[in-house]
Structure formats: structure tokens, C-alpha cells
């Protein structure tokens, strides 16, 4: 339920308990995470999302997709704390910060789920804005999920929440090791294809498109491992003509998607 008093110490309780949520221990710990806005709020409670609580500064109260979150928190008896901006900043880690945060229950689907469809793996991505623009893109495209492989950095952290601009919502994410996801490929009923500079791959233009197909991705530096590659079932690069030796993993993954999606893609 909303308080009636405006909290603006930074040891309240809650607060600290919000402000820890910057560290992946606390998130992990606590089984939540923190989205900004009311837009990208209401986004997550329409997909059914589980929102833990909310926290609001006064200027919030004159926008009615606030109110809608609001009621939501008085509905089904969850905490809405009323603070002021300056502790939002301190939450966020941000000056220009959003009027209203909350926090929601962290949710994976089982690898097992990748059966049809396209899918995204990310192998051992480690940039936050990376897969915050993947998750966005993926969304765009109406691609199933992205499967997170290895050693990934945390896809509940505020910067790829941030970065999503609400496609975490809609996006669902499955975790596996490598060897989960080599042992997982072998019954899964369509192609993987893969990204790498390796003598033997082939135009982008010539990859598979036909369903279910799963789209791999590597490491900003490293590239795909030895072991995911040899799972995969086509190599595939795009060609540079200038001097960049390499592309940004967002955007080559962005480029893949919408070729693989080209033909289905509106006019």
C-alpha cells in the first residue's frame, strides 16, 4: 500500500535494500530487479510480470501511467514508498532520473523451450548495452528468446534493463552452459548458424532462414568458441569493405536478424 509520508533518508530500509539491487550479489540474493518508468513498468505487469515494489517521487503523481502502476501496488497489497528524487537518483545512479522505479521478480525459461521459432544464443556476451540492444532487437523482429550461453554478464542489471527500453518484457531468456547447450542442439530439429571469420564461412546472405532456427553469437573479443562453432551447423560473416577489422556484436547481430527475417518481414 502507498505511505502517506514522503521518505528522503537514504538509511530507510527499503531504500538501502533498493540501492543494493546495483550489485549482482543483492539481485541474485533478493530474486528481483529494478525497471525505470512507467511505460516500460506497465509493459511488464501487461506481459504478467511479478511486481515486488514500487517507489515514486511527488512530480509522479500528475502522470496517470504512474496512477495505473499505483493501483496496481493498492490491488494486490504490494509496498509503494514515496520518496523524493534525489533518492531515486541515488537508487538509479543517475541525476536525470525516471519519477517512478519498482522492482519485479527475475524470471528465466528452461532451455527445453528453444524448440521452434528463432532464437538468439549469445556465447559469453559481456557488454550490458550489447545485450540490452540484442534484447531490443530480437524484440523487434519477433524473435522466441535468446539463449545466454556461458559465462554472460547479467541480463537483470539496470543497464541492460535500460538498454531494452522494455523489450525485456517481451523477450524470454533461457541460461545454459556450453556443454547444456552443445548436448540441447543435438535434438533440437533445426539449424544453428554462427558468426565467425573462419576460412570456411560463407556470405550472410546465404544462411539458412527456414524455422526453427537458432542464430549464435559470440564474445565481443574472443569471437564464438572451437566448441560452439563445430555445433553449429553453417558459419557465416559479413564482409567489410573499409578498415574496421570487426563490427559491434549488437550491431552485426542486428543485421543478421533482419536478413534471416527478410523475407517475412512487412513491406
Not at 532451455?111 to 544464443?121: M, N, P, Q, V
Not at 538498454?163 to 518484457?169: E, H, I, K, L, T
Request: hydrophobic share 45%.
Amino acid at each position: 500500500m502507498t505511505n502517506d509520508k514522503l521518505i528522503t533518508s537514504l538509511q530507510n530500509p527499503v531504500v538501502k535494500m533498493l540501492r543494493s539491487l546495483s550489485a549482482k550479489k543483492y539481485r541474485d540474493e533478493n530474486g528481483i530487479f529494478i525497471v525505470e518508468g512507467a511505460r516500460h513498468i506497465n509493459d511488464a505487469l501487461d506481459r504478467g510480470w511479478q511486481l515486488e515494489l514500487a517507489a515514486y517521487s511527488p512530480r509522479a503523481l500528475q502522470d496517470a501511467a504512474v496512477i495505473k502502476v499505483l493501483e496496481v501496488t493498492r490491488h494486490d497489497k504490494k509496498h509503494a514508498l514515496e520518496v523524493t528524487d534525489d533518492i531515486l537518483g541515488s537508487i538509479t545512479n543517475r541525476d536525470n532520473n525516471q519519477p517512478l522505479i519498482a522492482t519485479f521478480r527475475q524470471q528465466m525459461v528452461h532451455l527445453s523451450t528453444a524448440r521452434e521459432g528463432l532464437w538468439i544464443g549469445l556465447e559469453n556476451i559481456r557488454d550490458p548495452g550489447n545485450l540490452g540492444t540484442i534484447l531490443r532487437t530480437a524484440d523487434a523482429v519477433s524473435a522466441n528468446g535468446i539463449i545466454l550461453i556461458g559465462n554472460t554478464c547479467d541480463p537483470w542489471s539496470l543497464e541492460v534493463i535500460r538498454a531494452s527500453m522494455g523489450s525485456f518484457a517481451r523477450v524470454p531468456l533461457a541460461a545454459a552452459s556450453a556443454l547444456d547447450f552443445i548436448e540441447w542442439r543435438k535434438s533440437f530439429k533445426g539449424k544453428v548458424i554462427g558468426t565467425h571469420l573462419h576460412a570456411r564461412a560463407v556470405d550472410y546472405r546465404a544462411a539458412p532462414r527456414d524455422l526453427p532456427l537458432v542464430l549464435v553469437m559470440g564474445n565481443e573479443t574472443a569471437g564464438l568458441s572451437p566448441e560452439i562453432s563445430a555445433a553449429c551447423d553453417t558459419l557465416v560473416k559479413i564482409p567489410m569493405t573499409g578498415g574496421a577489422e570487426s563490427l559491434n556484436l549488437a550491431i552485426s547481430t542486428g543485421i543478421m536478424l533482419y536478413e534471416i527475417r527478410r523475407a517475412t518481414l512487412p513491406q
